[in-house]
């Protein structure tokens, strides 16, 4: 029995292994024909993440009649740069952006990252998407 039990785990840690394996495969493969070939496909974080932040930080300009929910408002603001900071920081760390060309190395560093942090980029991003819908209900609510 302790051997079937054994053999169990080692086939389940191989799969682990392999399944690990091909997530790193599938996004170096990926980084590195996009950087190489396909660059205007993807889209430009950088950009992307700067103009959220342009418009967040117009968000949280004081306002002028100071109603209860302006206030609500620039506090979820607030709380949405902070996230969006902390997924920019993550994504920068995961590929050098100064660098045009990505070469093997610097692509199968960054897929490795990638799949380290593949759950705390996921809980980041869910938690940007759920700033969005109170986003639009706030923008809602304001134009009723």
């Not at 990926?30 to 993440?49: D, G, H, Q, W």
């Not at 100064?98 to 490795?112: D, H, L, S, Y």
Request: negative net charge; glycine residues 4%; charged residues 25%.
């Amino acid at each position: 029995m302790a051997e079937a039990i054994a053999a169990f785990s080692l086939a389940s840690n191989i799969l682990q292994f392999v399944d690990f394996g091909a997530r790193v495969a599938a996004n170096f493969w990926t980084l590195y024909k996009s950087n190489r070939k396909e660059a205007n496909n993807i889209p430009n974080f950088v950009a992307i993440n700067a103009d959220l932040e342009r418009v967040l930080s117009d968000l949280q300009l004081p306002c002028d009649d100071g109603s209860e929910g302006d206030t609500g408002l620039v506090e979820l603001a607030k709380e949405c740069q902070s996230v969006a900071e902390a997924l920019k920081a993550i994504l920068q760390s995961l590929v050098k952006t100064e660098t045009g060309n990505m070469g093997k190395r610097e692509a199968m560093v960054a897929a490795f990252k990638l799949v380290l942090r593949e759950d705390e980029i996921r809980s980041l991003q869910e938690r940007l998407n759920q700033f969005k819908h109170q986003l639009i209900v706030h923008l809602l609510a304001s134009m009723r």
